[in-house]
């Protein structure tokens, strides 16, 4: 009863004011804040945005292409100074061809090992800088793959006028390039659908 009567007494109505009253009592009573240099990142303990997802998504598409630039020149300079440093004896071919054609075309193909290792020297460097929300990051994956596969469109109906529009959405960096990837995927369904009817 004395608790009841306690209770009552201390009840007042939650208006605005005394909200405000009963933040500002709370956080006297509780402890000092963390430093901005401890204290966890919103991204690390909430929930992520679309907006920031696909900000976060651009970002490492730039990280993976800025990687993919230096390691094509570093691929083709480390092919052309191993394979221009060998001997070419044009009497004695390599499977049957030049040797100059062949070491030249190895060349080639270092710069092309190179475009293919850059995006994942990219993204590891990328993975590095965003440890932090990385768990929250690759939800965000899983949930946007489901939406690409749920929405993109059926690629057996492509032909030479009506090509796939970017079928697992790499291009996709805000909420409006989403939104036009919709009307793009709509877009291609009328198209293959009015080719069929002829």
């Known amino acids: 009863m004395t608790f009841f009567n306690k209770s009552l007494h201390s009840w007042r109505p939650r208006t605005c ?102 995006p994942t020297i990219g993204s590891s460097f990328w993975r590095i800088t965003h440890r932090r929300t990385m768990n929250l990051i690759e939800a965000k994956d899983r949930e946007f793959h489901r939406r690409i596969v749920k929405n993109r469109v059926d690629p057996t109906a492509q032909s030479a006028t009506n090509p796939v529009p970017d079928y697992y959405g790499e291009r996709i960096g805000s909420l409006r390039q989403y939104r036009q990837w919709l009307r793009d995927q709509a877009k291609y369904k009328r198209k293959a659908r009015w080719l069929a009817e002829e």
């Open 17 to 118: 004011k005394n909200v405000l009253r009963d933040l500002r009592l709370r956080r006297n009573v509780s402890s000092p804040a963390p430093s901005a240099a401890t204290a966890p990142s919103k991204q690390s303990v909430g929930t992520l945005t679309w907006p920031d997802y696909l900000a976060i998504r651009g970002q490492k598409r730039k990280w993976e292409m800025a990687a993919t630039i230096p390691s094509i020149f570093i691929g083709f300079g480390a092919g052309a100074a191993y394979f221009g440093s060998r001997d070419i004896d044009a009497t004695k071919p390599i499977f049957g061809f030049d040797p100059l054609y062949v070491y030249g075309f190895a060349t080639m193909a270092c710069g092309g090992l190179g475009y293919l290792i850059g």
